[in-house]
């Protein structure tokens, strides 16, 4: 079914404004799963945005989470100055449920016919519970699909530049806090070592940080020896004293007890959807906590499969401007301070200035 107006169907929805284009929600003729595609908006272009597999306990939970990431993956895009609109797939596992290989392919045939559909409104890739070879058997039911493995003709994951992008946002709020991007010796809380999380991680152990590192996979406590960091807990990592916390992990993180018990300075990192609610922004502002909005931070990687699924791409003009996320970040931070607004508003209005010139 395609829902055009607000429905009621869970508390899990409360909050959430339909703003979007078009929400595709369907049951899988293969797999049985709930595939869930949400294209929030096309004023710059096709829109982009990840594809998701995961466990919730109510298929209306994926729903809204595919809601609140397609809305970010729009400001992502136009704050990277993209020719991209946003959008977002979920795939509702079951909590409890194990898929196999099998029943993986069929999800990803489901969804490929979804996004079919839709006539190219929408392009997927890879994001959490996906990768590029589960992309690759998207690509068999629709060529609206980026980040393929190498042999089939792709670019690949966008990890690598994801995790790039979120190097060049810490030097940024580094700079804003402390008047230097010189990293060596600060210490830095990483949640998350997953994809980016732990690339991010071994980058900054080289420079010099002091790492304090979680994740609930605990088999990563080998990464952390490798690099020499600390692990805690995942529940009290929020507490350690340290110059910045970065989550890596999945969204939400910065619940209103979080943020009262975080011992940091700034945040910065690669989780989409970090505020757990809006009035978060205003939280760390009003306990003098630096935060980089995460849909400006974690660009990287669209911006990646953007440029480099080109024919032809320079991908040393792609570095480039995976590293200019610094750059935007360092405006954002300026501009909250010079107008005494958040750090979230600043960075919507930087995206709502590059929507509103396409409209």
Known sequence: MTITTPISVSGALDGIDLTHERVLVTTGPRSGLVVIVAVHSTA???????ARMWQYENWTDALADALRLSAAMTLKNAAAGLALGGGKSVIHIPTGTVLTSAQKRDAMLDLGDAIESLNGAYMTAEDVGTSAELMSIVAERTDHVCGLPADRGGVGEPADATAA????????????????REIAGRHLVISGLGQVGGRLARALAAAGARLTVTDVNLATQKLAAEIGAEWVDVDSVHTVEADLFVPCGLGGVLSERVISELRVLGVVGAANNQLAHRSGAALLDARGILWAPDFVVNAGGVIYLSMASVH?????????????????????????????????????RLSAERLGAAI
Do not use: C, K
């Open 312 to 348: 032809g791409a320079d991908l040393d003009a792609v570095s480039r401007r995976v590293d200019a996320i610094g750059d935007t970040v360092s405006a954002i931070l300026s501009s909250s301070r010079e107008q005494g607004i958040t750090t979230l508003e600043a960075a919507e």
């Open 165 to 180: 992008g979120v190097y060049a946002a810490i030097l940024a709020t580094v700079e804003a806090l402390f008047g230097s």
């Open 44 to 50: 710059l272009g096709q829109a982009l945005g990840g």
